[in-house]
């Protein structure tokens, strides 16, 4: 193979097949005639680089490579112009092997670096063979845990209380502050701040299993999150189209509402996102109770449509020549999105149980 140095280019020259390893005359012969033949097609080797099997090395000797001190040569002449070299490396994974084994060759060294590969094997428990980021983690455990903590990613877990989990809700958070007795609230944040000491002093948890998120359901955030969303699809079915009457009826055209339901998107805005126009968030509410009715349905979309038009909900729409291609339009991207966030979200909560599965199959299967 031959590749250029300053170039990102690369070039097989030539394949030879042979029953065993060529020896490494043969070698030193084939790569002569290599170079031999690239010059005369006007390309200069400098170089010749190779891993450190024993016939390379052979052919190294062969052209009057050597690492050793006193006769330390690292070229040998062109072969084809006299007056330029040809370098020779070998490859550096090889190099690096190579000083591995001079520092174990060290008896003191050896023995204790094999002293800590066995703890590390030791410590990932069944799979004894870690990978390099296996090892690099295990090492930063073993620096960090006390004894008696199980490793969060080796594949054992405490058993007894381990399904324990100091959950936090949002809910909690609100409880605690909403309290009117002193007395109850500080042993409401007290709670909390149990729940809180504990997931650090533990770390056996991420922040996904701490924070429940199951209270966003009521009326209050059902209008602000649709409102948010309302005005990011408003800024992009709004790039559709460039007719005044159909803007007129996705946007809100003054950009600004102080009602209850834009509360989320005046804390999230500064003054940047999109308000959606009063009938076009009306509209995406609608096509949120269907979907949410369906979102486990085989045909989420199909279902979704259909219970939007069996319930006749309106569709006020102030352009009439473009209405329904902007509405089918808003229905597929709403829904779209939708089933996208949606299957994240139960990919997310399923992560968990897969986890456990998959440790199952691996006991059944060995
Ligand atoms: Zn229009």
Redesign the pocket.
Known sequence: MWQSLADNVTQPIAVFASKGPVKGVELAQLVLRAILLLEDAGLQVLGLTCDGASTNKTMCKTFGISGIQSEFNNSFDNPFDESRKVFVFFDAPHIIKNIRNRLVQNKQLKDSLEKFFGIIRQASGPNDHPSTPTFIQLYRLLSVYSLVKPPKTGNCSLSGDSDYIPYISIGDLKDAMKENSTQIRDAKILTLRHHIDQVIEEGLWDVDDIFRNNDFADAETFECVVYYVAGYLAKCVSKK?S?S??LSGIKNTDNHSNTQAAKLLNLKSRGYLTHPDSNFFMLLKQIEKCFVKHKDSQNVFDDTVDEFFNNNYLVPFP?A??KED?VEFIFTSYIAMRMRQYAYMTNHETKSTNKVKKKIAKLVSK
């Open positions: 189209t007719c009457a159909c352009c020549i473009h902007m």
